[in-house]
């Protein structure tokens, strides 16, 4: 598979198989369902006591029961989470410190993964969708690491990604957990969860 920085505990294709079982897994605990025990992230495995908490879990599970055109949204979401990082391969560039990057591949990716999604027969609705997840998916990283995370800031995440705000925002944390692998912070990722609620509480507080 191809190369990511040393960050990741796997390639692209696999890493994108763990995002989606990190997806799998979110979804469960938000509708306070067993996750499958044959599925769990490595994440989950090497720390089997973590749970995700949001004080907007009735929010998320009206959220994710829903539908987006013809389709459940989770179902849709898993779909994105699978595309999320499919331009890496074209994006790929070795810089000369010996690091790799990935240069726009949300972008180039998101127009990948509406193509993949018309050719599959989705609808417009449901292009838009899958397109926004991974188009958007670097974005919330991008903001968290700002000096200061300004209202106007916030503001502009959720005019973009639309009613995908929340997804976009749980992506977050399922590749976070596909990314770091059995070498988890869970107190990072706890503490990101907790950012999320943040900007939730924009939409939803």
Do not use: C
């Amino acid at each position: 598979g191809t190369a990511q920085p040393h960050i990741h505990f796997r390639a692209v294709l696999a890493h994108s198989l763990e995002t989606v079982a990190g997806m799998a897994w979110l979804l469960a605990q938000i509708a306070g369902e067993a996750p499958d025990a044959g599925a769990l992230p490595a994440g989950i495995r090497a720390n089997p006591s973590l749970a995700y908490r949001s004080k907007f879990q009735p929010q998320l599970a009206g959220h994710f029961a829903g539908t987006v055109g013809r389709y459940p949204r989770a179902a849709l979401f898993k779909l994105g989470a699978l595309l999320h990082d499919n331009a890496k391969p074209q994006t790929l560039r070795r810089n000369p410190d010996g690091t790799v990057s990935f240069h726009e591949h949300q972008t180039i990716g998101g127009e990948v993964a509406a193509a993949v999604a018309q050719r599959l027969g989705f609808d417009a609705d449901e292009t838009r969708y899958i397109r926004t997840i991974v188009r958007q998916h670097m974005r919330p990283g991008q903001l968290a690491i700002l000096p200061e995370v300004t209202m106007r800031a916030v503001q502009r995440f959720f005019a973009a990604t639309d009613d995908a705000g929340p997804d976009v925002l749980l992506h977050l944390l399922a590749d976070h957990m596909a990314t770091r692998g059995p070498q988890l912070n869970v107190r990072s990722w706890i503490a990101q969860a907790q950012w999320i609620d943040a900007l939730l509480d924009v939409i939803w507080g």
